[in-house]
């Protein structure tokens, strides 16, 4: 098994495998800083995604915090639903985030939380790529 330094070098698909043997294993998140230099981006046709962190912490059953660099027009999937909470913040350029149905216009420095279970979704409405973080867990 690979020490948990390794995971942050790891792409996005790889890492996210990782969280269940890490979990099992009995392995937290170790506590570091980790720059932009140490993750590994994946191109998709939405956009860049960047996973700097993922698996158990000493609070929470699983978490990850990412980032991603979404084209204009673009949207990284349909709305969806899952069984973590979730946080994105967005840092740069102009959207829309659904939550439960409800549109949202979103720029720089606007902020959604999202409960776990609940629909929810963000779609590039600007000309530029948007930037955004997510934080997402389940305890």
Not at 56 to 64: A, C, H, L, R, Y
Not at 115 to 137: C, E, Q, R, S
Request: charged share 20%; proline share 7%; net charge neutral.
């Amino acid at each position: 098994m690979p020490a948990r330094r390794d995971l942050f070098k790891m792409g996005a698909a790889s890492a996210l495998a990782m969280v269940a043997r890490l979990h099992a294993a009995g392995l937290k998140l170790p506590s570091t800083v980790v720059g932009p230099d140490q993750t590994t981006i994946t191109r998709e046709p939405f956009g860049d995604l960047a996973i700097y962190f993922s698996g158990p912490t000493g609070q929470v059953e699983s978490m990850t915090a990412g980032s991603l660099r979404l084209k204009p027009g673009m949207s990284p999937h349909a709305p969806h639903e899952h069984p973590e909470e979730e946080f994105m913040v967005i840092t740069e350029g102009a959207g829309e985030i659904s939550v439960n149905g409800k549109v949202t216009n979103v720029t720089a420095g606007s902020m959604m939380y999202c409960a776990a279970g609940k629909l929810h979704g963000i779609v590039n409405t600007g000309k530029d790529p948007l930037m955004f973080y997510f934080y997402k867990w389940k305890a």
